[in-house]
């Protein structure tokens, strides 16, 4: 199992980014899709998740600003990130979670993250 994120770099602020993340080995379809972000210092915290069937949530920081998408065909979740601030620099982290749960064993996957850093 992969999950293998990309798209990440130096930005200014008020840029957009596009995050990818190609995941292999997996059921992708009915996995839930999720970004995390790690801030330097701080706790992980989620961002975006996209459910089999589509539907989305956000962290109130980026409401407005980012949005979660997923192709099933290309088993790649993407992040759209725009009006980009200073606060949005972090590690940015790809989670999967089968919707089947731990009777499929392990059931929950990360990838390795890719840094964000929105900066002048």
């Known amino acids: 199992v992969r999950l293998v994120e990309s798209g990440g770099g130096l930005v200014q602020p008020g840029g957009s980014l596009r995050l990818s993340c190609a995941a292999s080995?997996?059921?992708?379809?009915?996995?839930?899709m999720n970004w995390y972000r790690q801030p330097p210092g701080k706790q992980r915290e989620l961002v975006a998740a996209?459910?089999?069937?589509?539907?989305?949530n956000y962290a109130d920081s980026v409401k407005g600003r980012f949005t979660i998408s997923r192709d099933n065909a290309k088993n790649t979740v993407y992040l759209q990130m725009n009006s980009l601030k200073p606060e949005d620099t972090a590690v940015y982290l790809c989670?999967?979670?089968?919707?089947?749960?731990?009777?499929?064993?392990?059931?929950?996957?990360w990838g390795q993250g890719t840094q964000v850093t929105v900066s002048s």
């Open positions: 989670f999967a979670r089968d919707s089947r749960g731990p009777v499929v064993g392990n059931y929950v996957y």
């Open positions: 080995g997996i059921s992708f379809s009915i996995n839930h």
């Open positions: 996209i459910t089999p069937s589509g539907s989305t």
